[in-house]
């Protein structure tokens, strides 16, 4: 879930969790799989600039994962802070 106009929003089935101070733990549950979400990382995510292709906006969140072989570089996973829009790099 990622955080949009003040809620949590779920990309992959729609759950819709308000943003409060009271909840830091919440769980979605979605076919045959739950998903616990841990608020505190969600703010912890890290951030670079770099602009995304769809808004133009310059900054984007960041993960880095191993998507193919080991012996070939990492897959670099960013998504825009401001329209939400993901995209890779590798």
């Not at 616990?36 to 990382?41: G, K, P």
């Not at 072989?69 to 995209?87: F, G, H, L, M, V």
Request: proline share 3%; glycine share 4%; aromatic share 10%.
């Amino acid at each position: 879930m990622f955080p949009k106009d003040g809620r949590y929003v779920c990309n992959a089935c729609g759950a819709v969790k308000d943003i409060d101070n009271n909840s830091q733990v919440f769980k979605t549950e979605s076919k045959d799989k739950e998903t616990v979400v841990i608020r505190e990382h969600v703010a912890t995510l890290p951030k670079t600039r770099i602009a995304c292709s769809e808004c133009g906006h310059t900054e984007a969140y960041f993960v880095i994962r191993q998507t193919r072989a080991a012996d070939e570089p990492e897959t670099r996973i960013y998504r825009c802070c401001k329209c939400n829009y993901s995209w890779r790099e590798y």
